[in-house]
């Protein structure tokens, strides 16, 4: 019983303080204490320069040649890619919608892991975790958003959609990507920040999950669960339950354990990520949709996170 009882209470030390700063944007927003001009602003503020800063100075600081794990990134890489062609095809045999099915593969496999992600793998294991996270999160950025560009566009067989060659420059441009590029060479000859640089980088990095997580909890619109279809749903069952309870067992059988094991399972089990939502809308896919996904995973993983995070601890991963 007080193995249980003990498993509980680091369950709910790790995933409550998220979910209470989530909710309370939520609540904040409705009490008109912060609107959307905030949201708005302060998603923009943490994916130009506060999330940056937090990945360049937890990839900077790490030691590259301990940390770098080329088996967890390829599994990261394998996984994703067999699950969103089986997600694909899964969902071509019953939505014939083309603007819904694009929703629906998008909304199954892309997670927000670039917050409520490495917000929990901080929890879980602090700084070494953070580094870890961000490691993984400089692979699936760019690889989420080639993904999402192409079932955006092909089940559309639009001819005016966004080409490749643009999508790699704007990954090329990406905050985050410029920012684990200038972190690497810090990281693997060692080099120590200038303190200045380390001190300011502090400031901007300690407001990134607070802010972010506000940010979210803002845009929860509740009133669209009325509108919740059976592709949302079957999208949120994918991402929540599915992903992680089939890759994160297939990755233990093939020798990944403690911190790797346990930051795989949050990757597979964090919510659908709300870019998502704005790159629906904007190529013409069902951004309602899209929308739903969005808010029935981010409050369906306050359930399904604390649940396996439980379970890893039970077993003894973590």
Not at 231 to 258: N, Q
Request: net charge neutral; aromatic share 12%.
């Amino acid at each position: 019983m007080n193995l249980y009882l003990e498993t509980l209470v680091f369950t709910g030390q790790i995933v409550a303080p998220i979910f209470f700063i989530l909710f309370l944007g939520y609540f904040l927003l409705r009490l008109r204490i912060i609107n959307e001009n905030f949201v708005n602003t302060a998603s923009k503020l943490v994916f130009t320069l506060t999330l940056p800063a937090l990945v360049f100075l937890s990839i900077a600081r790490m030691d590259f040649h301990a940390m770098f794990n080329p088996h967890l990134l390829g599994y990261v890489l394998a996984s994703t890619l067999v699950t969103y062609i089986l997600i694909w095809w899964a969902g071509s045999i019953w939505i014939k919608v083309p603007e819904d099915l694009a929703s629906f593969i998008q909304g199954a496999f892309r997670s927000n892991y670039g917050i409520v992600g490495l917000a929990v793998s901080f929890n879980l294991f602090g700084q070494p975790g953070l580094a870890q996270a961000s490691l993984v999160l400089a692979l699936i950025i760019p690889l989420y958003n080639v993904l999402a560009i192409i079932c955006l566009t092909l089940p559309l067989k639009r001819s005016d959609g966004v080409s490749l060659k643009q999508t790699f420059i704007e990954i090329a441009r990406n905050p985050l990507i410029l920012a684990v590029v200038f972190a690497l060479p810090f990281s693997y000859f060692g080099t120590e920040l200038p303190q200045l640089l380390s001190r300011t980088g502090d400031y901007f990095a300690d407001l990134t999950l607070p802010l972010a997580l506000l940010a979210i909890g803002g845009s929860l619109d509740l009133k669209s669960l009325r509108e919740t279809s059976g592709s949302s749903f079957w999208a949120t069952l994918i991402k929540l339950v599915l992903l992680p309870a089939i890759l994160t067992p297939i990755a233990w059988l093939l020798g990944f354990e403690g911190q790797d094991l346990a930051i795989l399972m949050v990757l597979f089990a964090s919510p659908t990520a709300a870019a998502s939502f704005i790159m629906a809308k904007a190529m013409g896919a069902n951004a309602k949709l899209a929308a739903n996904v969005v808010l029935t995973t981010t409050l369906g993983s306050v359930v399904t996170l604390s649940i396996s995070i439980y379970l890893i601890r039970l077993l003894g991963v973590v």
